[in-house]
């Protein structure tokens, strides 16, 4: 085994590589990105159908079952999962973990246009989503106000929304749990019977331009019809301005027999915090950054925006991914802190120089396996943390031993150029050897 003596022997040129290691290891870390988990592919891909007005037993045969046949066709297919409600289905379709999961993303994406024709023609969407493992929210906040209305809190968080998508580093921003506006038709029967016009006519008519955004309702007494706009209807005033009724010489618009506003949607569910009314503002982080770096980069815009919010508005901070990869990050370095004083306790009988060489090794394998995972574009997270502080154990107790068997040459009567040299040989393949089988271990 030459490489002891050669790093012995010739040891300027070993200070100076491992110089060149430390230098390297603290940029990587500086640079390195940091995140709560890892990023690993995932080859789940949930296909969401929605067929306004179709009971569970029609979905099931007009749209379910030509979806399921035509994914079924696809290579490294494990299962296909569907669950079926009232307008809605989901159809999860699985494959083996090993596959690429752009490359399966996009032969659903071919097999579902292949069948589009098949399709129910008013099928409303069909959505095939990609599911990422980091594509977790790292920042949650509240725009809360109990005292003012929906409308101007949702405008505020849209307003914050659209801030924070453009920090660099954040995949996506979300303003959540507030009723947003639509457009509302308050139909007169009285001016109904005069134009001789049905609440059928109405819709027909609003819906003639195009379906394909839901744009509000139609209250005609008991009875309520969802409206669909499409880019036709820029404002109320056009959808006021609709044709409902012509011939004759005489043309019946929409406002002529209903008052068109807008309003609030349905509350089918509100966002509270702490008791209050709130619109909630999440942010997902793109691969490869710096979790506290994107957090500090939303931060400072949200200490921006807080100061023209109106008295009656707060913003208030709720969950930070970011402060569970600090704390994980400040364990490690208390597990570094313990690892010195076990060495300078363990090794202060073979005196000072013996513990530094231990001491110094620990911090140097750290930034040399930190280089590691940076160039193989990997970040820090839990699971590698949990992986240097296993490490950390390893190279403790292979620096003690071959410490300890070095001074044992000393004490011998050995030089220590020689005891250096001759003690790690023989046992510098046992070391290695028992350190490969742990590191097997956990492959």
């Given at each position: 085994?030459?490489?002891?003596?050669?790093a012995?022997r010739?040891?300027?040129?070993?200070?100076?590589?491992?110089?060149?290691?430390?230098?390297?290891?603290?940029?990587?870390?500086?640079?390195?990105?940091?995140?709560?988990?890892?990023?690993?592919?995932?080859?789940?891909?949930?296909?969401?159908?929605?067929?306004?007005?179709a009971?569970?037993?029609?979905?099931?045969?007009l749209?379910?079952?030509?979806?399921?046949?035509?994914?079924?066709?696809?290579?490294?297919?494990?299962?296909?999962?569907?669950?079926?409600?009232?307008?809605?289905?989901?159809?999860?379709?699985?494959?083996?973990?090993?596959?690429?999961?752009?490359?399966?993303?996009?032969?659903?994406?071919?097999?579902?246009?292949?069948?589009?024709?098949?399709?129910?023609?008013?099928?409303?969407?069909?959505?095939?989503?990609?599911?990422?493992?980091?594509?977790?929210?790292?920042?949650?906040c509240?725009v809360?106000?109990?005292?003012?209305?929906?409308?101007?809190?949702?405008?505020?968080a849209?307003?914050?929304?659209?801030?924070?998508?453009?920090?660099?580093?954040?995949?996506?921003?979300?303003?959540?749990?507030?009723?947003?506006m639509?457009?509302?038709?308050?139909?007169?029967?009285?001016?109904?019977?005069?134009?001789d016009?049905?609440?059928?006519n109405?819709?027909?008519?609003?819906?003639?331009?195009?379906?394909?955004?839901?744009?509000?309702?139609?209250?005609?007494?008991?009875?309520?019809?969802?409206?669909?706009?499409?880019?036709?209807?820029?404002?109320t005033?056009?959808?006021?301005?609709?044709?409902?009724?012509?011939?004759?010489?005489?043309?019946?618009?929409?406002?002529?027999?209903?008052?068109?506003?807008w309003?609030?949607?349905?509350?089918?569910?509100?966002g509270?915090?702490?008791?209050?009314?709130?619109?909630?503002?999440?942010?997902?982080?793109k691969?490869?950054?710096?979790?506290?770096?994107?957090?500090?980069s939303?931060?400072?815009?949200?200490?921006?925006f807080?100061?023209?919010?109106?008295?009656?508005?707060?913003?208030?901070?709720?969950?930070?991914?970011?402060?569970?990869?600090?704390?994980?990050l400040?364990?490690?370095?208390?597990d570094f802190?313990?690892?010195?004083?076990?060495?300078?306790?363990?090794l202060?009988?073979?005196?000072?120089?013996?513990?530094g060489?231990?001491?110094?090794?620990?911090?140097?394998?750290?930034?040399?396996?930190?280089?590691?995972?940076?160039?193989?574009?990997?970040?820090?997270?839990q699971?590698?943390?949990?992986?240097?502080?296993?490490?950390?154990?390893?190279?403790?107790?292979?620096?003690?031993?071959?410490?300890?068997?070095?001074?044992?040459?000393?004490?011998?009567g050995?030089s220590?150029?020689?005891?250096?040299?001759?003690?790690t040989?023989?046992?510098?393949n046992?070391?290695?050897?028992?350190?490969?089988?742990?590191?097997?271990?956990?492959?």
């Amino acid at each position: 085994m030459k490489i002891p003596e050669l790093a012995v022997r010739n040891y300027q040129i070993t200070i100076v590589v491992f110089i060149l290691l430390i230098v390297m290891g603290v940029v990587a870390f500086l640079k390195i990105p940091q995140a709560e988990d890892p990023e690993f592919p995932i080859s789940i891909f949930p296909v969401i159908a929605v067929y306004p007005g179709a009971s569970p037993a029609d979905l099931e045969e007009l749209v379910v079952e030509k979806i399921e046949e035509a994914v079924n066709d696809l290579e490294d297919l494990v299962r296909i999962k569907t669950e079926i409600k009232d307008e809605v289905a989901v159809i999860v379709v699985e494959f083996s973990a090993e596959t690429d999961p752009d490359k399966k993303y996009d032969e659903i994406t071919r097999q579902l246009n292949s069948i589009r024709d098949e399709l129910p023609d008013d099928l409303y969407s069909l959505e095939t989503l990609k599911i990422q493992a980091g594509n977790t929210n790292i920042i949650q906040c509240a725009v809360t106000g109990e005292n003012e209305s929906w409308q101007t809190i949702g405008e505020y968080a849209g307003k914050l929304r659209d801030l924070i998508a453009s920090v660099p580093g954040v995949r996506k921003a979300e303003a959540l749990a507030y009723p947003g506006m639509e457009a509302a038709v308050f139909i007169d029967f009285r001016k109904l019977s005069l134009f001789d016009i049905t609440p059928g006519n109405i819709l027909s008519a609003i819906q003639s331009d195009n379906a394909n955004i839901p744009g509000g309702s139609i209250d005609a007494g008991p009875l309520k019809y969802n409206i669909k706009t499409g880019d036709g209807y820029a404002s109320t005033d056009d959808l006021r301005k609709t044709i409902v009724k012509a011939g004759n010489g005489s043309v019946v618009h929409l406002e002529d027999v209903a008052v068109v506003k807008w309003q609030e949607e349905d509350h089918k569910y509100t966002g509270r915090f702490n008791g209050n009314k709130a619109a909630f503002v999440t942010a997902s982080m793109k691969k490869g950054y710096n979790i506290r770096r994107v957090r500090n980069s939303i931060y400072s815009v949200l200490d921006s925006f807080e100061k023209e919010l109106p008295p009656s508005l707060k913003l208030e901070r709720g969950f930070d991914q970011s402060e569970n990869v600090r704390r994980k990050l400040s364990r490690l370095e208390k597990d570094f802190l313990f690892a010195f004083l076990l060495v300078i306790i363990t090794l202060m009988p073979l005196g000072f120089r013996a513990s530094g060489i231990v001491m110094v090794s620990i911090p140097l394998s750290v930034l040399i396996g930190v280089t590691g995972l940076y160039f193989a574009g990997l970040s820090i997270n839990q699971l590698s943390i949990v992986g240097f502080v296993i490490a950390l154990g390893l190279l403790v107790d292979d620096s003690i031993v071959v410490v300890e068997n070095i001074s044992r040459w000393v004490r011998q009567g050995y030089s220590p150029l020689a005891a250096a040299i001759g003690a790690t040989k023989q046992i510098g393949n046992a070391v290695l050897g028992c350190t490969a089988t742990l590191i097997l271990a956990f492959l």
